[in-house]
């Protein structure tokens, strides 16, 4: 089956080096439905070299320009191009993001949380001083504080980015629905019951400084159950080889817990396709 990937960064993102250009060119050529174009805007970082943010007009207007060059090969396979932004939530920051974000129209939004308590996961201090608990839970408890205040997106990005590059040792390393249900329950719930998704990031499942996290499908099926009716798949591509990485095998596990679709979003409305495996 075609998917389609919600989740890429274009040179538009400073942590990447791939052109709208050969984002779209390696999607077409792998026979995907579509790509979401989302690139980062995280204002207040705890550093300046963290703090990305880009000029929606110009990402969208070499969108345009792309789409039309590729025109011929565009119309003939059928494929879309949605513009995208993924935002880092951060609750000091909330009025300054959405003053931001209204100011464009975007196809698809995705909220994300990089930054907690003045820390980036990703550079590993974030994790000094505090066991895998506090930091997995602190994480949580931010995401569904700012995603209740900012709202405004359709895709929970990556709700396990705190997880992937944790460095606790085994048994320590994963968010799982039994051991962090009580911070999970909430954010699931209001995603489902506002009609938002939450993604599986591709990204996340990889090989982390020797660990390749777990994704635990109970909290797909607890996403489920509170009435999510699709999930999302996201590459979190950053070149232009790792766009649609292993969707058949995550569609199968969407499947698995019980979803018969998958979703992207066109003016920020969402557009289901049946997972036909
Ligand atoms: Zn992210
Ligand atoms: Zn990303």
Redesign the pocket.
Known sequence: MKFFDNHNHSTFSPDSSASVQSLIASAIAKGMRGIAITDHYDIDAPSRDQEFFFDPAKQQAEIDRVTLELAPQIQQSGFQVMKGI?VGLQPASMEKIKTFTSQYSFDTVIA?I?FVDGADPYMGTYYTDKDYRKAFSNTLEVMYSTALEYRDFDIL??YD?VARYSPYGPGCRDITMAEFGDWLEPILQFLAHEGKTMEINTKTYKNHKGYVPVLDTAVLKRFREFGGDALSLGS?AHNPDRIGDEFAKYAAVAKECGFRYLVYFKERKPQYYKIDL
Do not use: L, T
């Open positions: 993924e994300s990089h990005g990556h980015y979190d």
